[in-house]
């Protein structure tokens, strides 16, 4: 039941931006659009959200359409450790994330 | 300091017998979570609980009952396992209920035989 869909794989070269889209056509007024990532064998990390604006913090920049009907996610100098499987989840809370397939992206030297 | 931590990492064991997979949070949170992510890597949540009641119970066999001693803790005990409960199974836990990052534990591999 996610609401989003996401590219299956990404390739991206390490020191370049690594620009992942999320199309999320039926999100309602309430509800955010949340990024994670998983490295391999580990568990999750929370990346970014936003609901309207663009956001930006220490790991990525969010980009939201006008629409808010898409999204993309910036990783401004990819390296190898960004390595993993991203995903977009859109939520209006009440804790629970649902997690889709994700885009796998592989940063090379 | 780990954020949240899960004990065992690695857990093997036979059909039918019960087992627990215990998680603990220092980050002060009240509301913590269990997830299941099987061998096709889909990541679904099972439980949450805030300030140690149950908030979210998502269709779970009843054999997996999970147990909140206090608000740093999410215990989840499994009856009678079933190869079916082979998976990686993942705590995390968030500062709020509501809209709110969450913050995952490394993870216990469970493995039925």
């Known amino acids: 039941d996610a609401k989003t869909t996401q590219p299956t794989s990404m390739d991206c070269a390490e020191g370049r931006a690594a620009n992942l889209p999320c199309n999320h056509s039926?999100?309602?007024?309430?509800?955010?659009v949340y990024w994670y990532r998983q490295i391999h064998s580990q568990g999750p990390q929370y990346i970014i959200h936003?609901?309207?604006n663009n956001e930006t913090n220490e790991m990525a920049s969010l980009i939201i359409t006008e629409d808010r009907k898409s999204s993309t996610l910036i990783l401004p100098h990819a390296t190898l450790r960004d390595t993993a499987v991203y995903y977009c989840?859109?939520?209006?809370?009440?804790?629970?994330?649902?997690f889709g397939t994700g885009t796998r992206l592989l940063v090379s030297p | 300091d780990t954020a949240v931590s899960q004990t065992p990492k690695y857990l093997v064991t036979q059909m039918g017998n019960d087992k627990s997979i215990k998680c603990e949070q220092n980050?002060?949170?009240?509301?913590m979570y269990w997830y299941k992510q099987d061998s096709k890597k889909f990541l679904k949540i099972m439980f949450s609980?805030?300030?140690?009641?149950?908030?979210i119970n998502e269709t779970v066999p009843n054999r997996f009952s999970p147990k909140s001693p206090d608000k740093a803790h999410l215990n989840l005990h499994i009856n009678s396992l079933e190869l079916g409960d082979s998976a990686v199974y993942f705590c995390?836990?968030?500062?709020?209920?509501?809209?709110?990052?969450?913050?995952f534990g490394p993870g216990t591999r469970l493995t039925v035989t």
């Open positions: 995390a836990s968030s500062q709020n209920p509501g809209t709110d990052e969450q913050y």
């Open positions: 039926t999100i309602s007024g309430n509800e955010y």
């Open positions: 980050l002060g949170h009240d509301t």
């Open positions: 936003g609901l309207k």
């Open positions: 609980y805030n300030n140690k009641e149950l908030i």
């Open positions: 989840i859109v939520t209006s809370g009440f804790q629970k994330l649902v």
